[in-house]
């Protein structure tokens, strides 16, 4: 009987829970209907009971919270999966509602100067097609500025199943936005036929874009690197194995370096040779990276393996700075430094395991090679709003450093089975302290 009864009090949770998710409303709103909450508290401070151990920052940062607009229905799930960029007081970021075969992305740009987050560009909008035609759930890649004034960023499937001649699959898209008249235009469709292409960064002052593909077939595990030129309206290479989820840019050279997987080597690219990409010596992880920093340096960090690497552009040397683990969480997909390269900021759990540890948000010091937590934005979000930040594939940082932009993919209604699913996305801007950035 005692067993039954707890049987039945679990399945009735269960029940519970999964009815909070049906009853939630679209759009998602703030209380009384702000556009956005602003919050300093001590509570940013207090790590879980599992991280006691782990230096936090003394004074807690000011903290701007907005629901992304657009998201009027369901998604299956809303969700952020490409990385962020800055330019000036602008962040620029996207988001998709990952249906499919018919979906939607949506590209967004906030402004710090005006607090406003507003919606530029929607893929099913540009990408019209007919009923039962393939449309891109999901916006995988970085969303870069270049040097015309456009924002260029690619497409991706909802799911591995619709990429097919059922639904008329030929490519995904790269895709352009003009921030100032929200203008959307298709660059390319299938640059590399057959492909999704999930990861990209842009060379701003060439006007090339670099992409990495997964393809079609669900049952295809083809990775290709492409580098295709925006003026010429070109491929100007292909290569197999290619870059699966991130590359190094250079901008002080216009290479670009990306980790081969399929045998952990180093390539290189240079536009300028007009030769395919080439091994190098080294290796390192490279899930996420920085940008290029002073002194031709770059950051990386790979996806389980716990480490910070710095490498050098101009020698190509790589170092090992150590771990930037906090506990168990080791993926990190987005990657931040301050104009200096003195300060790296970054979430671990980007795969829906950031609350597992507070959500952390993590500023590593690169000169004394020591992590420190500036916020933990679990459980605060949860208790005042109903949201759960689980974790984040975009973010990117104020020119001068003072502002943390993170893309959430997020829940709210509450756990289902135990873990927080993913439903809404959410942008938090935080206002890092001048006392814990000192140079």
């Known amino acids: 009987m005692r067993q039954t009864f707890f049987l039945l009090m679990f399945a009735a949770a269960l029940c519970t829970t999964a009815a909070a998710q049906d009853e939630l409303t679209w759009p998602p709103a703030l209380p009384g209907n702000k ?21 936090v920052a003394k004074t807690p940062p000011r903290v701007d919270f907005y629901y992304y607009p657009g998201q009027d229905y ?6 952020n999966w490409g990385d962020g ?25 906030y402004d710090s100067e005006t607090q406003e987050l ?18 891109p759930g999901k916006i995988h890649s970085r969303v870069d500025l270049g040097s015309d004034g456009w924002l260029y960023y690619s497409t991706h499937r909802g799911s591995t199943r619709v990429t097919t001649d059922q639904y008329h699959y030929k490519g995904d898209w790269i895709l352009r936005t003009h921030p100032d008249t929200a203008k959307t235009e298709i660059v390319a469709h299938g640059p ?35 580098a295709y030129d925006i003026r010429k309206q070109k491929v100007l290479h292909t290569a197999v194995p290619g870059a699966r989820r991130y590359l190094i840019f250079a901008r002080s050279t216009g290479c670009v370096y990306y980790m081969d997987e399929d045998v952990d080597k180093l390539m290189k690219y240079d536009p300028a040779s007009g030769k395919p990409p080439f091994v190098i010596e080294g290796s390192l992880g490279l899930r996420a990276a920085t940008e290029e920093l002073p002194g031709n340096v770059v950051y990386t960090m790979g996806q389980q393996d716990d480490r910070i690497y710095r490498f050098n552009t101009k020698t190509e040397k790589i170092d090992d700075l150590g771990p930037f683990a906090i ?24 795969h829906g395991s950031s609350y597992r540890e507070g959500t952390a948000v993590i500023q590593f010091d690169t000169k004394t ?12 979000y949860e208790k005042k709003l109903d949201f759960v930040p689980i974790g984040t594939y975009g973010s990117a940082l104020s020119p001068d450093g003072s502002k943390l932009f993170v893309t959430w993919n997020g829940c709210r209604g509450g756990q289902v089975r135990g873990k927080y699913p993913f439903n809404t996305c959410a942008l938090t801007v935080i206002h890092i302290p001048e006392s814990e950035r000192p140079l």
């Open 118 to 135: 507003r919606q530029l560009a929607s893929t099913a909008k540009t990408i019209v097609l007919p009923e039962g035609h393939y449309t």
């Open 192 to 226: 590399v036929p057959k492909a999704c292409i999930p990861t990209s960064i842009l060379d701003p002052d060439r006007l090339i874009f670099y992409g990495g593909t997964a393809a079609g077939a669900h049952t295809d595990k083809t990775v290709t690197f492409f």
């Open 35 to 55: 556009l956005f909450v602003t919050d300093t508290s001590e509570e940013f401070l207090k790590p879980p009971a599992s991280l006691t151990d782990v230096p």
């Open 327 to 350: 506990g168990a969480q080791t993926y990190v997909a987005t990657l931040d430094a301050d104009p200096t390269g003195r300060y790296l900021y970054y979430i671990p759990g980007a």
């Open 369 to 380: 090679r020591t992590r420190k937590v500036i916020a933990f934005l679990h459980p605060f």
């Open 74 to 79: 369901p998604g299956k799930p809303w969700s």
């Open 85 to 109: 960029s800055v330019s000036g007081s602008k962040y620029f970021s996207a988001i998709g509602d990952h249906r499919a075969p018919q979906g939607n992305g949506m590209v967004y740009v």
